[in-house]
């Protein structure tokens, strides 16, 4: 007879190949079927077996003993060949199911010849029918060796997805199995395979998008959904003491998690309704492992669902193709959401950020071991601070939009931002304490560009959920006291984040272009504002300049709010009581509630024309991803923007020098000292709404070149190129009411 291994490894041979099985295909079943031991968690097939005992007959040393020979063999001979005995099956058991994984993967993929896929599908249903093999996979998914108890759930969780393509009965041991398992003990290793066997099986369904998906979840959710709720209360209710093996609890956390997303994304975006899916909406005991002493990636997982949840975000990498913009509105799930934002900030408030330690590893280049000689770089786990800060955000957006009170809603909001700007504040150097309260936002969403304009847009949101229904434009300066000290207000907020991309249009102009991120949403709810809110953005420009001046015209210096000071016609900056010998620190006062109640005449430009900001000229932007003018249409147009900018190009090296943190020279110094008061520091062809340096602008005012025409300027630079590019047929979406916003705020600027 063949040895089975050479016949297995032929067999895996053809069908990695995709060849058709053009021997009797059910011959290939004897060769398949695994025959379980009688000892529990070994696995010992048959056929294997049989040709063990005739591969001992070629070992040097040994024969095969006669019934009366074999109770004298010395007791470490018997050993040994047990030993070995038990190491040939555990072989033969990989490679059948190694063999069986692999024949599952052609039935399933749609490159397989039709021919051939169907002696695959053929040879598994034999499998399935006449040899049981998926109650022995789930014998096997027991055996205590780990590699082969691996194996069994790779095999199996295959196996069940063909049999819902097929529409093929569920395998009842297997259904059974994950039952009992998951209601009796919520920290077994069986539980772990189940779990693991659900969440590998659902995401294929999802990557199928030529199934009908919702009918097959709906087949393989239905017997566990009363098992889920059992399990989950089971697991969450728990003291973290009680538990015996911590590893397991790991995997089943980190497992159940995944699970509890996917069974989210499927009422999302396959429209399924089943009671397991609303769990950690309206039983947030999950939230409880915060304060667990479990591994930080464990809590990291938790606060990313719970942020995917509020943000209605879950399963978006799993679904395949377009999602239909227009869906209809599920008021379940509005519900359901605001339950667990009521009950994430329930715990803030009881303190669940006080708990939550975000400890970072060293940043290590290539692993985690730090080699002799070089100093570790330890920090934050910043993905969990962003996390933790924008799930905080999100949660007030939507408590708000359901709020009527508004001094419920000023009280929540003082209460819940301090909570969260305490907890930011170790983590982030030099600390918040020195800085403007709203630059918290980019600095610690400075590496995540979509969840920074998810957070900007949900501040946003707040904003008009405390201006709802009354007049910006008077009577507002309480609301801009209150979100400025809270962190949240919308006028800081954009313009830290044009500060740090440098003010450069072509950066908006990405985002604007880009679907990945929500910026087209939040830029035209803040554009409208712009144009509501024109005198507070105004003060707030100001604001920002006085400041940088008191501090050394360095943006990368903490810049802190203003208050005015109603003994002089200025609004000045007051000093902070810094601590001995802390000399550059720049003054810190709060943002008084009168800040805006003086005429806005009295408010009065630092005159600082003789210093270039540490970011450039408003002119001098990186350059741009798109080349919008390489068409010869706007070869003329292109033209005049060169020689304008032609004009600055003495200035263009400071800047590089200042924005890659370099040295400047004597030289360098004393150009930026003199050529200030020979030209303009704006280009002369940028016209209105622009003025350059000392002149005057419409009504009357004396400006300088700060951040509001830093700000302004690069608004018109977006402009323009969304112009340019809709003029070719080149932008992604027709852009009329963007431009109509823009143009807005150019219009509130000629008639200021």
């Not at 004396?702 to 509001?708: A, I, K, P």
């Not at 070719?728 to 008639?751: D, R, S």
């Amino acid at each position: 007879m063949e040895d089975v291994e050479e016949i297995l490894d032929h067999l895996y041979k053809k069908v990695l190949l995709g060849a058709t099985l053009e021997d009797d295909i059910h011959g290939y079943i004897f060769y398949l079927n695994p025959n379980l031991s009688e000892q529990v968690g070994y696995t010992t097939p048959s056929l294997a077996w049989s040709n063990v005992n005739g591969a001992l007959d070629g070992v040097p040393g040994q024969h095969r003993p006669s019934s009366s020979e074999s109770t004298t063999l010395p007791e470490a001979q018997e050993s040994a060949k047990r030993h070995f005995q038990m190491s040939r099956c555990q072989e033969v058991a990989l490679l059948q199911l190694t063999v069986i994984d692999l024949l599952l993967s052609r039935v399933l993929s749609t490159e397989t010849e039709a021919h051939a896929k169907e002696g695959y599908r053929e040879l598994t249903k034999a499998l399935l029918q006449s040899a049981g093999v998926d109650s022995k996979l789930v014998w096997m998914l027991q055996n205590s060796d780990k590699l082969l108890s691996h194996m069994a759930a790779k095999c199996l969780s295959s196996l069940l997805y063909f049999q819902l393509r097929e529409k093929m009965m569920l395998s009842n041991p297997w259904v059974t199995f994950c039952q009992k398992h998951l209601s009796e003990s919520s920290e077994s290793g069986e539980a772990v395979h189940c779990l693991w066997i659900l969440t590998v099986v659902i995401k294929e369904v999802f990557k199928d998008a030529q199934s009908q998906r919702a009918e097959i979840l709906k087949q393989l959710l239905a017997p566990f959904d009363i098992t889920f709720e059992v399990f989950y209360n089971s697991l969450f209710s728990q003291h973290f003491g009680n538990f015996q093996n911590l590893s397991n609890i790991v995997n089943i956390l980190v497992c159940f998690l995944e699970l509890l997303e996917l069974l989210t994304a499927s009422r999302i975006h396959l429209k399924l309704h089943f009671r397991s899916q609303k769990i950690l909406f309206l039983k947030p005991r999950a939230l409880d492992i915060l304060a667990w002493p479990i591994p930080a990636f464990v809590k990291r997982k938790l606060v990313i669902v719970i942020k995917k949840c509020l943000l209605g975000k879950m399963g978006e990498d799993l679904c395949r193709g377009s999602v239909p913009a227009l869906v209809s509105p599920d008021y379940l799930l509005d519900s359901d959401v605001l339950a667990l934002a009521e009950a994430l900030l329930h715990r803030v408030h009881l303190g669940l950020w006080k708990e939550l330690s975000v400890p970072g590893k060293p940043s290590c280049f290539g692993g985690d071991e730090v080699q002799p000689g070089c100093q570790p770089r330890s920090g934050p786990d910043h993905v969990t601070l962003r996390a933790a800060s924008l799930i905080t955000l999100k949660s007030l957006e939507i408590k708000f939009q359901n709020c009527t009170s508004a001094t419920e809603m000023k009280v929540d909001l003082q209460k819940f931002m301090s909570e969260l700007l305490t907890f930011l504040k170790p983590h982030l150097q030099p600390s918040l304490q020195l800085h403007n309260p709203c630059e918290w936002l980019s600095r610690v969403f400075i590496e995540q560009d979509d969840d920074m304009l998810e957070a900007a847009k949900a501040s946003l949101g707040i904003y008009f959920q405390l201006t709802r229904g009354r007049d910006v434009t008077s009577g507002s300066e309480a609301w801009t006291h209150c979100t400025h000290r809270s962190g949240c207000n919308p006028h800081c907020i954009f313009l830290f984040l044009l500060k740090s991309i440098v003010f450069d249009s072509t950066v908006l102009l990405d985002f604007l272009i880009s679907s990945e991120t929500c910026f087209l949403e939040y830029f035209v709810k803040y554009l409208k504002l712009l144009q509501k809110d024109w005198h507070h953005f105004l003060s707030v420009c100001k604001f920002f300049d006085a400041a940088e001046s008191q501090c050394g015209a360095n943006t990368r210096d903490p810049v802190p709010p203003l208050v005015h000071d109603r003994s002089t016609s200025l609004t000045v900056p007051h000093a902070l009581a810094s601590p001995v010998g802390h000399r550059n620190a720049c003054p810190w006062v709060p943002w008084a509630s009168d800040a805006c109640s003086e005429p806005q005449s009295q408010v009065v430009m630092p005159k600082e024309t003789h210093t270039v900001p540490a970011h450039g000229p408003p002119s001098q932007t990186p350059r741009s991803l798109v080349d919008y003018d390489s068409s010869e249409d706007s070869d003329e147009e292109a033209t005049n923007q060169h020689l304008a900018n032609s004009k600055q190009t003495s200035l263009c090296p400071e800047m590089s020098r200042e924005t890659q943190g370099l040295p400047r020279t004597c030289k360098d110094q004393k150009e930026l000292s003199l050529e200030p008061q020979l030209r303009p520091l704006l280009p002369q062809e940028s016209g209105p709404p622009f003025c350059a340096a000392g002149e005057v602008a419409p009504g009357g005012a004396v400006w300088e070149v700060g951040l509001f025409s830093r700000a302004v300027k690069c608004l018109e630079e977006l402009q323009g190129a969304i112009c340019r590019l809709q003029e070719k047929n080149l932008f992604p979406y027709n852009p009329a009411a963007l431009l109509k916003l823009l143009k807005g705020v150019e219009a509130k600027y000629n008639k200021a």
